[in-house]
């Protein structure tokens, strides 16, 4: 059975910086294309970022490149989103996301298994 659990969201102020954590089970990560996913209130989820280990797949929004980074760790099973000088626009719930499927995109209606997801708040 496949689960995510996403953590590390919280709120924090404008310039900051917060590591999103995905615990995944019931799947390799390594054939997988993983992504992080954010929705806004009133908003369309829309890709963050997305990765496939298997052929360096690798994606990040045009809003979030040079300032947010996925990663993963096998041993755990965790997929990491570091996201740094936030700004009040990256405010949303993100969510962790898998797609046994090698896509070229970052698409959330690709995606089958989905996390809860966790807050993101960034305000003064």
């Known amino acids: 059975q496949v689960q995510l659990v996403e953590s590390g969201g919280g709120l924090v102020q404008p310039g900051g910086s917060l590591r999103l954590s995905c615990v995944t089970s019931?799947?390799?990560?390594?054939?997988?294309?993983i992504g992080w996913f954010r929705q806004a209130p009133g908003k369309e989820r829309e890709g963050v970022s997305c990765?496939?280990?298997?052929?360096?797949?690798?994606y990040y929004a045009d809003s979030v490149k040079g300032r947010f980074t996925i990663s993963k760790d096998d041993a755990k099973k965790t997929v990491y989103l570091q996201m740094n000088s936030l700004k009040p626009e990256d405010t949303g719930i993100y969510y962790c996301?898998?797609?046994?499927?090698?896509?070229?995109?970052?698409?959330?209606?690709?995606?089958?298994?989905w996390g809860q997801g966790t807050q993101v708040t960034v305000s003064s």
């Open positions: 019931g799947f390799t990560l390594e054939d997988h294309t």
């Open positions: 996301a898998a797609l046994f499927a090698r896509v070229g995109r970052c698409y959330a209606p690709d995606f089958f298994s």
């Open positions: 990765s496939r280990a298997i052929d360096g797949f690798l």
